[in-house]
């Protein structure tokens, strides 16, 4: 069920259920019984419970029973992990490569390579990115400018980088210690730094898994943007009505 919430909360799309420890029950019609519980919980928290496929097995026996050389039916429960990532691949939608708008990256690690320099990892959010290209370090600190000289995916080199791509970011001229999670790689003037900004909002109820006690103008939460999380204060509030909290 929290898995279910939490993937709600934070607007997961498309699921699909993988019912472990299924060698510990005996009964196939407890199996079923699980199996309709858990479409009535994704049914409540608006998911399309009838259609969202359920996969049964044991991570635990599909390890036990991997060899050098597993192939599609050798064992019962390494075909479920089979079954598994062809139903993922068969009913998960790909996501859409956004790679006509400004490239945009958020940083979730830095590393500096001795002989080489710093380079920033995370996932392209939008756009595409090459080699010898400038960018501008955004947010948290002053902006800086920088040129790429190095791309590198799962230790290969690349020349050019596109929306989804999970990559490492060589920068020239950058020390570790001006760079750090939660900064931003963009194209040059595509996006600018804020202090304040409006937003409407949501709360979550206390049954979503929402706070249980009521907040008021002066709050200050925890606002998590992309790769970071920052300390923010709430000025104002207003009702859907107009009227001010």
């Known amino acids: 069920k929290e898995h279910i919430l939490l993937a709600k909360q934070v607007g997961v799309p498309a699921i699909v259920v993988f019912l472990n420890k299924a060698d510990q029950v005996d009964d196939d019609e407890l199996l079923e019984l699980v199996e309709l519980e858990i479409q009535e919980t994704l049914t409540t928290y608006e998911y399309p419970g009838d259609e969202i496929p359920i996969i049964t097995g044991s991570a635990l026996l599909a390890l036990e029973s ?16 089979y079954d598994l990532m062809k139903t ?8 859409k490569r956004d790679t006509e708008k400004p490239f945009l990256m958020a940083i979730e690690n830095v590393v500096s390579i001795t002989g080489r320099g710093t380079v920033a990892t995370g996932r392209v959010e939008r756009g595409m990115i090459e080699v010898g290209q400038t960018v501008e370090l955004v947010g948290l600190k002053n902006t800086k400018e920088t040129i790429i000289t190095g791309l590198e995916m799962f230790q290969k080199t690349l020349d050019k980088s596109v929306a989804g791509d999970n990559v490492g970011i060589l920068l020239r ?6 760079i750090q999670r939660g900064m931003v790689l963009a194209k040059p003037a595509s996006i600018m730094p804020h202090r304040h900004f409006k937003a409407q909002v949501y709360i979550l109820k206390k049954e979503e ?10 709050y200050r939460p925890q606002f998590y943007v992309r790769t970071t999380d920052v300390t923010g204060h709430i000025k104002t509030f207003q009702a859907d009505d107009n009227t001010e909290i």
């Open 88 to 95: 993922v691949d068969e009913y998960i939608p790909l996501p």
């Open 173 to 178: 001229g950058i020390q570790k210690e001006e």
């Open 209 to 218: 898994g929402g706070r249980h006690t009521s907040f008021f103008a002066g």
């Open 66 to 81: 991997l060899t050098e050389n597993n192939l599609e039916n050798y064992d019962k429960w390494v075909q479920k992990i």
